[in-house]
C-alpha cells in the first residue's frame, strides 16, 4: 500500500496504489461473492432508454439504479429484488482511511468496464449528504479518467487510473464533472479477462 497522495484540485485527490496486489486480490475475490449475489445488470438512461456500456451492481444498505424513470438510490436489486449484499471489509477500511468523514458509507457501486466502455462527463450529485465525499477505488485496466470543474463548460484534463489507484471526489471538488475516456486493454493481470472494476464508495443519506 502507497501513502502517496496527489492533489488535483482543492479535494480532488489521487492516490496511486492505495491497494496493493494482495489487497487487489481479495477485494477482487470479495466482488466475486457480491456478484453472485446481486448480479450485474445493464443501467439505462432516464427518458430515452438508452443502455450504458457499463454494466453495475451494488454493496451496502442502497445501491445506485439507472432506468427510464431516472436516477435513484434504492435499497433493493431491481432485477432480482433482493437487498443489495453488504459492503465487504476491505472496502469499508479504504472509506475509513480516505474519506474523512465520520460515518460509513450507505451505497457502494460496482462498475464493470469491459474493454470498449465509457462514461461520459457527469457530476455525482444524487446524494442528500455532500458535505461526504466520493472515494473511487479501479481494479483491473488502466482508466483513462476526466475530470474538469464543478461547470461542464470547465477545462479538463485526465489521468491514468492504475488497477489499486484510489481517487477522492470531495471538498470544493464534490461536484466536478468526471468520466472515464477509455480502458487501456492489457495494462493489468489481476482479472481473467480485459476490462476494470471501479468501486465507488458514497454516503447518501444525512446521518441522523
Ligand atoms: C463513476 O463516475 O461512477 C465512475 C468513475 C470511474 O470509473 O473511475
Ligand atoms: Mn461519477
Redesign the pocket.
Known amino acids: 500500500m502507497s501513502e502517496t497522495r496527489l492533489a488535483l484540485a482543492p479535494g480532488l485527490i489521487h492516490a496511486p496504489g492505495f491497494l496493493d496486489r494482495a489487497a487487489q486480490e481479495r477485494l477482487r475475490d470479495a466482488l466475486r461473492e457480491v456478484v453472485r449475489a446481486a448480479p450485474l445488470f445493464t443501467p439505462r438512461m432516464p427518458r430515452t432508454g438508452k443502455a450504458f456500456s457499463v454494466r453495475m451492481t451494488n454493496c451496502g444498505p442502497l445501491g445506485w439504479v439507472s432506468d427510464v424513470d431516472g436516477y435513484r438510490y434504492q435499497p433493493t436489486h431491481p432485477d432480482t429484488g433482493a437487498p443489495w449484499p453488504a459492503m465487504p471489509e476491505i472496502v469499508r477500511d479504504a472509506w475509513e482511511s480516505l474519506a474523512g468523514y465520520p460515518h460509513p458509507p450507505e451505497a457502494c457501486?460496482v462498475?464493470w468496464y469491459e474493454a470498449t466502455a465509457k462514461?461520459g462527463l457527469h457530476q455525482?450529485r444524487d446524494e442528500t449528504d455532500l458535505g461526504a465525499p466520493v472515494v473511487?477505488l479501479?481494479l483491473g485496466d488502466t482508466?483513462v479518467?476526466r475530470f474538469g470543474g464543478t461547470e461542464r463548460k470547465a477545462p479538463t484534463r485526465s489521468i491514468r487510473?492504475a488497477s489499486g489507484d484510489a481517487v477522492v471526489i470531495g471538498g470544493l471538488s464534490r461536484l466536478v464533472f468526471?468520466g472515464?475516456d477509455r480502458i487501456l486493454p492489457g495494462t493489468s493481470t489481476l482479472l481473467d479477462q480485459p476490462g476494470r472494476i471501479?468501486l465507488?464508495l458514497r454516503r447518501v443519506t444525512q446521518p441522523g
Open positions: 457501486l462498475n462514461m455525482d473511487s479501479s482508466a479518467f487510473l468526471h472515464v471501479n465507488t
